[in-house]
């Protein structure tokens, strides 16, 4: 078959680096651009010396005609903010367009309230499509917003039970932890190895921008649901989003029924992974992987289903779920460029 060329912008962040190196394997891509706002000419391996001998591509300047005459698609790998400006041309173009940032994930006002930035202009916001690859329900949209790593372990965790409306609408609460590569490339007071080495820190309380992004899923799956309960933490570890989410059943269920639901629900899915009854997924069995672990549990007594989810933020969470959102644009198998085994231990 044809190859596809496409270009990364903020090939150099933690999120353009999992591109380069899950698309490295990708058996109909190729990359055929590297492109940083803040490093250019610099061959890449300069940077980078684990990519020495393996790409030897300079940095190029952002110019979207060339980029738009050589690519097929352009994934933007960069920080919030800079999407918004920098996607327009190319979705001008009639390229393909996977935006990893979260600047086309929410409404205007949605947007402006929780990012605290001017949105993109309204047109390009209601051309873009939330890219949670499990439950996309077109594969025709050509420009994709890819979901923030916490949505998306929150979201696949909560999906069957709110779409067939079986627990209590005010009752979800989601405790959810990540590894530090979620916070970025650059470091921050938070960030810094002694503050964050054998600790743990609540941050964003109740104000976490991927909130707007699960509650505006969750009301197109079920519009009683008017808000959750959702903090996040961090953990020293390197990669993964660790997702514990309590909800109170509607009517009684068992933990045999929702394990059911679940194998039924991701059948055919295969980068969801339903445990085995009393088994409960841990970080380490998805690192570097695309794969979203769930564990499941109901407790009689309290009426609670409590629900276990992992991924690896970088890749699930990011570069992963952008490619496998390429290969449903393209008609590629769903699996290509991400079929492989977790890192382990």
Known sequence: GKIMKVSIIGATGYGGLELLRLLHQHPHVEIASLHSFSAQTEDISRFYPHLHTVYHQALAEIDAVKIAEESEAVFLATPSGVAKDAAQPFIDAGMKVIDLSGDFRLSKEGYEKWYNKDAAPDAYLKQAEYGLAEWRTGTDATFISNPGCYATATLLGLAPLVMQDLVEA????????????????????????????????????????????????????????????????????????????????????????????????????????????????????????????????????????????????????????????????????????????????
Request: charge should be negative; hydrophobic fraction near 40%; include cysteine.
């Open 170 to 345: 005010d009752s979800i609460i989601v405790d959810a932890k990540s590894g530090i590569s979620g916070a970025g490339k650059t470091p921050s007071e938070n960030t810094h190895f002694p503050e964050t080495n054998e600790n743990m820190m609540l941050y964003r309380m109740n104000k976490h921008q991927h909130i707007p992004e699960i509650m505006r899923q969750l009301q197109v799956w079920n519009e009683n649901i008017d808000a959750i309960t959702f903090s996040t933490s961090l953990i020293p570890v390197t990669r993964g989003i660790f997702a514990t989410i309590y909800a109170k059943s509607k009517t009684g269920t068992t933990t045999e029924e929702l394990l059911t639901l679940y194998r039924e629900s991701y059948d055919g899915k295969p980068f969801v992974r339903i445990q085995a009854q009393d088994v409960y997924p841990t970080l380490k069995q998805v690192t570097a992987s695309n794969f979203c672990d769930i564990g499941l549990c109901y407790n009689e007594r309290t009426n609670m289903i409590t629900i276990v989810v992992v991924i690896d933020n970088l890749v699930k969470g990011a570069a992963g779920q952008a490619i496998q959102n390429l290969n449903l644009m393209a008609k590629f198998d769903e699996t290509a460029g991400l079929d492989f085994i977790p890192v382990y231990p």
